[in-house]
Each structure stands twice: as C-alpha cells, then as structure tokens.
C-alpha cells in the first residue's frame, strides 16, 4: 500500500527534518493550501491522523493510528485487503458504549456492552462480553464499571478481594469499609510521586486521628497512583488507614475517573457520592468535614461570601483565590474580579458567576 505524508509543519526546513524519516511520499510544503484542503474533507480535528482509502477512494476507516496502535503490522494486512479491523455494533436499549475503548480481541470499537480487563497494571487489555467467555489470559480478569450508572458499595469494590490493612498488619475483608453501621466511606487517590499528595497527606493523616479520638471514626481507604509497588509500600505506611492492594484497583479507578490528584472523594453506603472535592473541603473544614460524612451528610455550602475559587485569581488586586462572589468578563479573555473590586467598575458588563454545587456530582457532569 502507498502512504502520502501531508505535512502540518510550521516551514520548509521542519518539513525537510521530519519527512526525512519517512519511507514514503509526501505532498510537497510548497503545495501547504492542497495539504489543509485534504485536512478539511477528510475533517482531520487532530494529529496524527492516519486516514486509509480503499483504491475507489472509500474511507476504509479514519482510526488508523488507533488500529496501528492495538494490531501492528496486522492493521496493514488487513488494509491491504480492503478491510477495517475495527467493527461496530449497534447498543441494545441501556447497553454502556465506550467511547474510545477497543476490544484488545475482536476490535469491536467503541466496545458495546459488559466490559472486562485484567487489574494488573502491566497488562492493558479491554474484552467485550463475547471474547471474555472464549478468553485464555493469564490473570484473573474484573469487569468495568460504567461511569454513568450507580451502584452499592458491594459492587463498586467486586474487584477488591481484599485490603491491606494499616501498619503492615496483614488483610482486612472488603467489606470492613462499610461494616459497623459505617454511613460513608472516603476514597483517597493519591501518589508519593506528586508533590501536592505528599503535602496533603500528613493534613489527612492528623485530621484522620483527630476524628477517630473524638468519637467520629471516618473509613478510609487509599487508591494508589504509585508508578510501582515499592513507592506505593512506602506510602501507605504513612497512612493509618488500609489500601486497596496495588494490583486491584484498575476498576475503581477506570469508574472514578479522578481528573488529578490528590482527590478525595466521598460516597455514602447506599452509593451517592457526597463529593467530589474532599480535599478542598478538609483544607478549608479540617475536621469538620470528616465529622459530617461521618453521619452520611454532606458539608453544608459554605456562604456566598466564603467561598473560595481555588485557582482563579483577582485581575484587579491579586487575590490569589477569590473569596466570595466572583465577577466574570466574557469581553476580555479570562478575566475574573473580586467583589470589591467589581464595584470600583469595569469597561464591559460582569457576569456573577454562581458557586458551582457539589449535587452536581450526581449527574457526572
Ligand atoms: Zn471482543
Ligand atoms: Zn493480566
Ligand atoms: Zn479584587
Ligand atoms: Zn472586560
């Protein structure tokens, strides 16, 4: 098969560099317009992109980086016969889709339907229902969770067949967490390796004791982002709390979905999450925060006038994190003020932006 390089290089001497890796032919820099107009019929939105045409110029598929990506030189085989590895099927009513998940066995893509995979992290793999009962992989396989429905505290940890408890003191039973006429449990995503984590654990950790010795005993337990078991070993000896064992926690992290750590992420036993914004809530409540989800309630809102906007600053006066309302300018491009100085005026209308609400988690928004 032939391949054609259509560049998105900035200039001639970029080009020249790059195209010099490649084996095959290339739209010349000087033609640039004929490249962007290629761009724009076959609505190429990102780089790289490799589109395969059959020789009556059919799209044979749009996924070529993905397909070279799970099959290899098998991707080219099939090419080369005029088939798409990748294949379709339409989702019976409720059946999960998910988005950008092949299965590593058939490549039905988007993967539709029941989901499983192996937890330990060396291992990525995705099988759709049919090629898990025909599977021969050499670890137990889980099966995902879909992140838009909800479930018991039971099913959220199926994956989970045990949890290492505090102090090196051996294994807890699973079902530990949520014993005892516990009303919410708080997962703890965090990593040595990433500097906020180090700095909030200790805060967790005194908070974590501060309850437990007034009488709020809070369950937590830790997920780990660590790159290997050694440095997640060392971490959670800090932790007077259990861990999920470093090889079991593929499913609940796949389900969370946490943007960043640390995060802290509360649900109650019957499986609403409390928040999303544990972390925030314990720099800004300390021990409160924990003696709330205690009783399976969630901290109320803070006032308009106290609440903070991690991260986005004052343009005016600085403040580092807005404290109250916040002014927002859709004239200007990200331009944010403080409520003081939002009376001392501005040269374009001000949006008050509303505090955003922790019963969004709900919705998954
Ligand atoms: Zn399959
Ligand atoms: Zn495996
Ligand atoms: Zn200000
Ligand atoms: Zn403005």
Not at 115 to 141: D, V
Not at 176 to 183: A, F, H, I, T, Y
Request: charged share 25%.
């Amino acid at each position: 098969m032939d391949i054609v390089f259509i560049s998105d290089d900035e200039n001639q001497a970029e080009f020249d560099k790059y195209f010099k890796e490649m084996p095959w032919k290339a739209i010349p820099f000087s033609e640039r317009e004929r490249s962007l107009k290629l761009g724009e019929i076959f609505k190429v939105e990102s780089i790289p992109s490799l589109i395969v045409l059959s020789p009556s110029s059919d799209t044979l598929t749009s996924h070529g980086v993905e397909e070279v990506e799970s099959l290899g030189i098998e991707a080219l085989h099939l090419w080369s016969q005029g088939k798409s590895p990748f294949w379709m099927r339409t989702p019976n009513e409720g059946e999960p889709v998910w988005n950008n998940i092949v299965c590593t066995q058939c490549h039905m893509r988007p993967l539709v339907g029941r989901r499983y995979g192996c937890s330990h992290q060396e291992c990525n793999i995705n099988l759709c229902e049919a090629c898990m009962s025909k599977n021969t992989h050499k670890h137990p396989l889980v099966e995902y969770l879909f992140p838009e429905h909800r479930y018991s505290l039971k099913q959220l940890f199926a994956s989970v067949p045990y949890l290492l408890a505090p102090n090196n003191e051996g294994q807890l039973e699973t079902n530990s967490l949520w014993k005892n006429g516990v009303k919410s449990i708080g997962l703890y995503f965090s990593a040595h390796w990433c500097p906020p984590c180090r700095e909030f654990t200790p805060q967790l950790v005194k908070f974590y004791k501060e309850a437990q010795d007034s009488g709020h005993p809070f369950s937590l337990v830790f997920l780990s982002s660590d790159r290997d078991v050694t440095s997640f070993d060392e971490y959670r000896a800090e932790m007077p709390w259990p861990a999920v064992p470093f090889n079991s926690l593929a499913v609940l992290e796949d389900y969370f979905q946490c943007l960043g750590i640390p995060s802290l992420i509360v649900i109650s036993t019957d499986g609403n999450i409390l928040t999303r914004h544990g972390c925030d809530q314990v720099s800004r409540k300390g021990v409160e925060a924990l003696k709330t989800w205690v009783k399976g309630e969630k901290l109320p809102r803070p006032p308009a006038d106290e609440f903070e906007w991690s991260h986005i600053s004052c343009d005016k006066c600085h403040m580092t994190s807005i404290i109250g309302q916040r002014y927002h300018c859709s004239t200007c491009s990200n331009y944010d003020l403080c409520s003081a100085c939002e009376k001392k005026g501005h040269e374009h209308p001000l949006q008050l932006i509303p505090q955003p609400n922790d019963d969004d988690d709900n919705e998954h928004s």
